[in-house]
Structures are given as structure tokens and as C-alpha cells.
T-cell receptor
Framework: DTEVTQTPKHLVMGMTNKKSLKCEQH?????MYWYKQKAKKPPELMFV???????INESVPSRFSPECPNSSLLNLHLHALQPEDSALYLC???????????FGQGTRLTVV | GESVGLHLPTLSVQEGDNSIINCAYS??????FIWYKQESGKGPQFIID?????DKRQGQRVTVLLNKTVKHLSLQIAATQPGDSAVYFC??????????FGKGTTLSVSS
């Protein structure tokens, strides 16, 4: 199984809503990542978890809150988002931080 | 900060041609590089990788070349097919931190 599964595939939320994005992998990878991708732009790193601990936060606003409940799961909690936060949110995992990363299909988020 | 970038935003080729996509990086501390392919509405898909102790690596129809002297990376696709049409990103790993992506090149293959 070389798959990273993200749910939901699409999400529309209002600026006062609270929602969560979910990511799951069963490859035994110990590093997991959240990236944000705007249209026609490269993925931008948001957060890195290594051995279930947050190791990198790329100065992401506090309205994005990551959580790693166990080694297979990664969540991104969303609260009070802005329309400019609309993007494709990608989850990835790798054996460790120096190995190739496998990406999920992403969650297409629209903030209205 | 320093980041990886691509020379051309778009590349158009005919089916059967060889394609070369280029990337320049600026961080000499980067020691691992990956090429990803991203089709519309999908996540990036791993194509091939190379570590800094190598200058060439070959896969099926793809070759990655690394020139550390000029900090340049290229992806060569042999006998390009319409199914190769996508956006290609190079990404660098800066000393085991996380992958940082370059700007991307859109490859269009016409038959």
C-alpha cells in the first residue's frame, strides 16, 4: 500500500465554520506534511510532523491547527478562515524527512 | 529565502520527441532532489529522485541529471507521449528538513 488518503476531496465552508481535513497513510512512514497549493503555483510547505511531533511550522496563521493523533493519521483543523485560504491542501508522508514523499490527492477547499 | 526554480514555465513538444525540463537551485546544502509530475486535479506524483553524491540517474524513459557545480537539475523524458502532459516540479530537500518545490513547468504534448 503506497497510498496517502485524504478526506474530504472537496470542502466548502463559511468564514465562521470549523472544519477538519484528514490524512491517513499505512506505509509506516514517520514523517507527515501539510502543503497548500494555489492555482498554477507550486505546493508551499505548511507543517512537518516527525515521529508524531511537530517539527516545522512555516509561520502558518493560527486559524490552521495541525494535529497528529498517531503515526498513521494527520489532521488539519480549520477555524475562521478567509476567502484567500481557498486552495488545494495536500498531505504527504515519507519514511523520514530525507526520503521521497508520497502525496495524497488533496482536499479542494473553498472558503465563502 | 533560497528556493528551487525552473527556467521555463511552459514547454510544448510533439509526440515522440525527447523533452528536457530544467531547474536551478541556489542552496548548496541541498542533498536530495526529486522530480514530481502533477496532473490536473491530482496530487504530485513521484517520478525520479537523485542524491547529491550522484550526477545521473535513469528510470523508465526518464533521466535526471544533476550538476552541482552550477546548481542545475534537469529531467529528460524520452519519446514523450500525450500522457506525459502535466506540470512538472523539481523539489529539493534541504539537509533532511522537508521538500521545497520550484515553480513548475507545464509540458504540453501534441500528437
Amino acid at each position: 500500500d503506497t497510498e496517502v488518503t485524504q478526506t474530504p476531496k472537496h470542502l466548502v465552508m463559511g468564514m465562521t465554520n470549523k472544519k477538519s481535513l484528514k490524512c491517513e497513510q499505512h506505509m509506516g512512514h514517520r514523517a507527515m506534511y501539510w502543503y497548500k497549493q494555489k492555482a498554477k503555483k507550486p505546493p508551499e510547505l505548511m507543517f512537518v510532523y516527525s515521529y508524531e511531533k511537530l517539527s516545522i511550522n512555516e509561520s502558518v496563521p493560527s486559524r490552521f491547527s495541525p494535529e497528529c493523533p498517531n503515526s498513521s493519521l494527520l489532521n488539519l483543523h480549520l477555524h475562521a478562515l478567509q476567502p484567500e485560504d481557498s486552495a488545494l491542501y495536500l498531505c504527504a508522508s515519507s519514511q523520514d524527512r530525507a526520503a521521497e514523499a508520497f502525496f495524497g490527492q488533496g482536499t479542494r477547499l473553498t472558503v465563502v | 529565502g533560497e528556493s528551487v526554480g525552473l527556467h521555463l514555465p511552459t514547454l510544448s513538444v510533439q509526440e515522440g520527441d525527447n523533452s528536457i525540463i530544467n531547474c536551478a537551485y541556489s542552496n548548496s546544502a541541498s542533498d536530495y532532489f526529486i522530480w514530481y509530475k502533477q496532473e490536473s486535479g491530482k496530487g504530485p506524483q513521484f517520478i525520479i529522485d537523485i542524491r547529491s553524491n550522484m550526477d545521473k540517474r535513469q528510470g523508465q524513459r526518464v533521466t535526471v541529471l544533476l550538476n552541482k557545480t552550477v546548481k542545475h537539475l534537469s529531467l529528460q523524458i524520452a519519446a514523450t507521449q500525450p500522457g506525459d502532459s502535466a506540470v512538472y516540479f523539481c523539489a529539493e530537500n534541504q539537509a533532511g528538513t522537508a521538500l521545497i518545490f520550484g515553480k513548475g513547468t507545464t509540458l504540453s504534448v501534441s500528437s
